[in-house]
Antibody, heavy 114, light 112 residues
Framework: QVQLVESGGALVQPGRSLRLSCVGS????????FHWVRQPPGKGLEWVAV????????YYADSVKGRFTISRDSSKNAIYLQMNSLRVEDTAMYYC???????WGPGTPVTVSS | DVVMTQSPLFLPATLGQPASISCRSN???????????LHWFQQRPGQSPRRLIY???NRDSGVPDRISGSGSGTDFTLKISRVEAEDVGVYFC?????????FGQGTRVEIK
């Protein structure tokens, strides 16, 4: 069936880096763009980044611009979120979602704390 | 950024009775192609969001027809005609017309 599965979340110290992965299956991965959306504990949803189906266009929320990088490897049916210079306020569940938001992964938790 | 404002933020609902959530944007959500990219999501406790309604009023597969979306421009509504126990959760509206895409604060629906 159509699914997305995220991985890579962890407890990290402020200023460190982390790379999240999202692997898709059950559909033609290369036809779709993907988003990363995050949700701090007990709070609402924040859109983080998008990558076009062919990787030609990427766009970021101001809160992560210059620190986070979205990328994809369609040969592996995967998208990534490289997160550098992490801050306490980046603590959240991170979800990947297929373009249109009809398909979401279960999320991977990131905690930034000293 | 487009601000999405939901009301109420907490909705104590009665089983079998209707319930309604409002979502307003501070800019028109009509895109240049004529479509309005306003979606509704349900998030049950411990789960990831699930899209219920896309482009204002289109119900996703598996969503019961007692759930409906309506509205235009800057003013949108999600309606549940008869609340059931499975409707408990947090509901978010989201605009995907303008960058960055933005969500409403969420409306928590609980059973009275």
């Amino acid at each position: 069936q159509v699914q997305l599965v995220e991985s890579g979340g962890a407890l990290v110290q402020p200023g460190r880096s982390l790379r999240l992965s999202c692997v898709g299956s059950g559909f033609t991965f290369s036809k779709y763009g993907f988003h990363w959306v995050r949700q701090p504990p007990g709070k609402g949803l924040e859109w983080v980044a998008v990558i076009w189906f062919d990787g030609s266009y990427k766009y970021y929320a101001d809160s992560v611009k210059g620190r986070f990088t979205i990328s994809r490897d369609s040969s592996k049916n995967a998208i990534y979120l490289q997160m550098n210079s992490l801050r306490v306020e980046d603590t959240a569940m991170y979800y990947c979602a297929r373009h249109g938001y009809g398909v979401w992964g279960p999320g991977t938790p990131v905690t930034v704390s000293s | 950024d487009v601000v999405m404002t939901q009301s109420p933020l907490f909705l104590p609902a009665t089983l079998g009775q209707p319930a309604s959530i409002s979502c307003r944007s501070n800019q028109s959500l009509v895109y240049s192609d004529g479509n309005t990219h306003l979606h509704w999501f349900q998030q049950r406790p411990g789960q990831s969001p699930r899209r219920l309604i896309y482009k204002v009023s289109n119900r996703d597969s598996g969503v019961p027809d007692r759930i409906s979306g309506s509205g235009s421009g800057t003013d949108f509504t999600l309606k549940i005609s008869r609340v059931e126990a499975e409707d408990v959760g947090v509901y978010f509206c989201m605009q995907a017309t303008h960058w960055p895409q933005t969500f409403g604060q969420g409306t928590r629906v609980e059973i009275k």
